[in-house]
């Protein structure tokens, strides 16, 4: 059991070690430019065993579309753009750029081997790129060394496209194993778990029927996940992002509340007889004991539970889009659901031998599941609802689980360590419950230190500013409105640092939190210029903007440099610790500011 772990994880590893079989974009395609007189001088160096197209150079000056005139190219029969007019080796453009301040070049290429390149684009500011009477190539501005680093996500690409089927599939379903811990899996166990424990009347728990509903669970959860990413890769859009629309995520909401009180047996008391029977019917298909129920469950989870956004799903969809091979890139998502889905099975399977004989105890594991079920029905609301409102919810129900915990210790009298234990349990629980409700009505939002409001942060104490417990950023509506932001911090000699975020994404608010609340990150982007791009709606500006730069979904945060370039290699995609974070920073070429600096 041990081989099967430490192989596929083992193999893991050397996938992200082994070198790329293609090159990164601007190593295929040196950019050098040089200016001569009122005419700058774009001169692209081809690798071998690639080409770029002559139909997709575009230029634009001081924001005008300009018409260029590219020499001449050689036809052939490409299989992603049909007959097309290519360049190999070298091209070289000119363009007119008398008292213009910038131009922004566009082109695309592809490699002989497969692989076709997105759209590149450079903006250049001429004020940076003095007159000379240099040649063309004497000025390199976007060249790179044969070692380019790329990020995670290209690396990944590259692999999917280069590396045998069966690696490629092992390596993914071993990143899905190092998965299991990150917010996209873990609330699918409660769910499960709910599940399995959920109709014990119908049913005697075993191993096999364990096993029989995690399988009917994890296997449409993993195919759903794979199915909507490669619709995406192939449309263009995030369509589990869809799905998070506020309607869908009170629907799924709602559902976990009657789920759970019917887990508790509110219905057979509320509800008239003839409706009961009906309702309860209809919810015994999903609430437990069922195999239609588990894989509803496990397609509605990979819809709306998981669209948290790694690397290795990032990478995949990268592939997909790139190349168009849905056939490849889905069977790694599948490998990588599968591999997301092994906890489960073993919670499944494992948890039922572990139960002790049935009794009076199961009406008590059904209320606890109930309570979990409704800490579910919390957490998804919490993506929609205000901060204060959720955690006043939280609050709630932790003094309703010390309730319930009080009445159990009641009925347990007389049991030396069960009735002290839940009476601390109980105790413990309204205790948290009510901090919940205080600080909900203090504004805050945090379950985990609901009286935060009361503490200053650490970097305003002392200084007499106003608590702050995290950065701050400015809002982007559009890619105008982003380009306009670039160009002012380029103008200025700044870094720029674009988040990607939403009010749903998980992930998203444990950065906010954990990263952008550490006082070493701060100190770190005093400097840097930050922007933010909320997709939680998902409008038709925000599927731009992504499309523009290659964004899958949230959490991503790209870096650009002083003259305005992203520094691609280190892009962060998915969850990430404030460490982590400053090394991708340095990596990046951003120097933190001292102290005599930031003041």
């Given at each position: 059991m041990i081989l099967l772990l430490v192989s596929p994880l083992s193999m893991a590893q050397s996938f992200f070690a082994e070198e790329s079989g293609f090159l990164a974009p601007d190593q295929a395609f040196t950019l050098s430019l040089s200016r001569e007189g009122d005419s700058l001088m774009a001169h692209w160096e081809i690798a071998d065993e690639h080409y770029l197209y002559r139909h997709t150079f575009e230029a634009d000056i001081d924001g005008r579309s300009y018409a260029l005139s590219p020499p001449r190219g050689t036809l052939i029969e490409d299989e992603f753009f049909g007959e097309s007019e290519v360049f190999h080796d070298a091209v070289e453009l000119t363009l007119p750029v008398a008292d213009a301040d910038h131009v922004t070049l566009t082109w695309q290429g592809c490699a002989e081997a497969g692989l076709c390149y997105p759209p590149q684009q450079k903006r250049i500011e001429l004020a940076t790129l003095a007159p000379s009477d240099a040649s063309p190539g004497d000025t390199p501005l976007a060249s790179s060394s044969p070692q380019a680093p790329q990020a995670e996500d290209q690396q990944l690409a590259s692999r999917l496209a280069n590396a045998p089927p069966l690696w490629v599939l092992g390596a993914f379903f071993a990143m899905g194993l190092l998965l299991t811990f990150t917010p996209c899996v873990l609330p699918m166990i409660p769910i499960l778990s709910s599940l399995i424990i959920g109709d014990q009347r119908t049913a005697k728990p075993t191993a096999w029927r364990g096993l029989g509903l995690s399988l009917a669970f994890v296997i449409p959860m993993a195919m759903t996940y794979a199915s909507l990413g490669v619709a995406a890769a192939l449309a263009g859009a995030n369509l589990q992002m869809l799905f998070q629309a506020p309607l869908f995520i009170g629907i799924f909401a709602v559902v976990f509340v009657l789920l759970a009180m019917a887990m508790m047996g509110v219905f057979e008391l509320t509800i008239p007889q003839g409706v009961t029977q009906r309702l309860d019917a209809a919810l015994s298909r999903v609430r437990g004991g069922r195999i239609t129920g588990a894989a509803a469950m496990g397609v509605l989870s990979a819809i709306l539970v998981g669209p948290c956004m790694t690397a290795p799903l990032a990478g995949a969809l990268l592939y997909i889009a790139e190349t168009g091979d849905a056939w490849h890139g889905g069977l790694a998502l599948l490998a990588l659901g599968l591999g997301m889905g092994v906890p489960l099975?073993?919670?499944?399977?494992?948890?039922?031998?572990?139960?002790?004989?049935?009794?009076?105890?199961m009406l008590r594991v059904r209320v606890v599941f109930g309570f979990v079920l409704l800490g579910m029905a919390i957490w998804f609301s919490t993506r929609i609802l205000p901060g204060p409102l959720g955690l006043a919810l939280w609050g709630a129900l932790l003094v309703g689980m010390a309730i319930a915990s009080l009445q159990v210790a009641r009925e347990l009298k007389g049991k030396?360590?069960?009735?002290?234990?839940?009476?601390?349990?109980?105790?413990?629980?309204?205790?948290?419950?009510?901090?919940?409700?205080?600080?909900?009505?203090?504004?805050?939002?945090?379950?985990?230190?609901?009286?935060?409001?009361?503490?200053?942060?650490?970097?305003?104490?002392?200084?007499?500013?106003?608590?702050?417990?995290?950065?701050?950023?400015?809002?982007?509506?559009?890619?105008a409105a982003l380009d306009d932001r670039?160009?002012?911090?380029?103008?200025?000699?700044?870094?720029?640092?674009l988040e990607f975020t939403a009010d749903w994404c998980i992930t998203c608010q444990i950065i906010e939190r954990e990263v952008f609340g550490d006082s070493e990150v701060q100190r770190a982007l005093s400097d840097?210029?930050?922007?933010?791009?909320d997709v939680t709606d998902y409008t038709a500006d925000d599927r731009e903007i992504m499309s523009a730069l290659g964004i899958i979904g949230p959490p991503s945060i790209l870096f650009f440099g002083p003259d305005g370039d992203e520094r691609r290699h280190a892009r962060i995609i998915g969850d990430i610790d404030a460490d982590g974070f400053l090394r991708r920073l340095t990596e990046a070429g951003h120097t933190t500011p001292t102290s005599q600096e930031m003041y």
């Open positions: 099975i073993a919670v499944g399977t494992l948890g039922p031998r572990l139960l002790p004989r049935p009794g009076a105890w030396r360590l069960a009735t002290p234990f839940l009476q601390s349990l109980a105790f413990t629980l309204a205790a948290w419950g009510l901090m919940g409700l205080v600080g909900a009505g203090l504004g805050g939002s945090d379950i985990s230190r609901p009286l935060a409001q009361l503490s200053p942060s650490p970097t305003s104490a002392g200084n007499g500013a106003a608590p702050a417990d995290t950065l701050t950023f400015d809002t982007l509506a559009n890619q670039l160009h002012e911090a380029s103008s200025e000699g700044m870094w720029t640092m840097v210029a930050r922007l933010q791009v």
